[in-house]
Nanobody
Framework: QLQLVESGGGLVQPGGSLTLSCQASISSFSFYSIAWFRQAPGKGREPLACISRSGTHTNYDEAVKGRFTVTRDNTNNTAYLEMNNLEPEDTAVYFC????????????????????WGPGTQVTVSS
């Protein structure tokens, strides 16, 4: 059973940067498409970015395109979300999620399409 744990959240000033990590518990990590989501207080969970099994294909929500970058290291069973030029509106709990996929280039980032979720990590952007 795949388990995911996010880390790297915290308090950052507007304009600052953070990199989140998503550590997977099993070595078959490379069989999963990985996506990042966030949920702000009083709002629904929104997709941010996804990366294919192979790492060659990515997709981003318009709200973060150009500021956030998703990558993965299948050797270390870890995915990353690099976040730059953070704004107070980016304050939320950030989640990584996984979906087992057959096609190496498939990139899934719908809430209902993910099979496994991490517990989340808090990101607060404030001066």
């Amino acid at each position: 059973q795949l388990q995911l744990v996010e880390s790297g959240g915290g308090l950052v000033q507007p304009g600052g940067s953070l990199t989140l990590s998503c550590q997977a518990s099993i070595s078959s990590f490379s069989f999963y498409s990985i996506a990042w989501f966030r949920q702000a207080p009083g709002k629904g969970r929104e997709p941010l970015a996804c990366i294919s099994r192979s790492g060659t294909h990515t997709n981003y929500d318009e709200a973060v395109k150009g500021r956030f970058t998703v990558t993965r290291d299948n050797t270390n069973n870890t995915a990353y979300l690099e976040m730059n030029n953070l704004e107070p509106e980016d304050t939320a709990v950030y989640f990584c999620a996984a979906r087992s996929v057959f096609v190496p280039t498939m990139c899934e980032m719908t809430v209902g399409g993910m099979g496994f979720w991490g517990p989340g990590t808090q990101v607060t952007v404030s001066s």
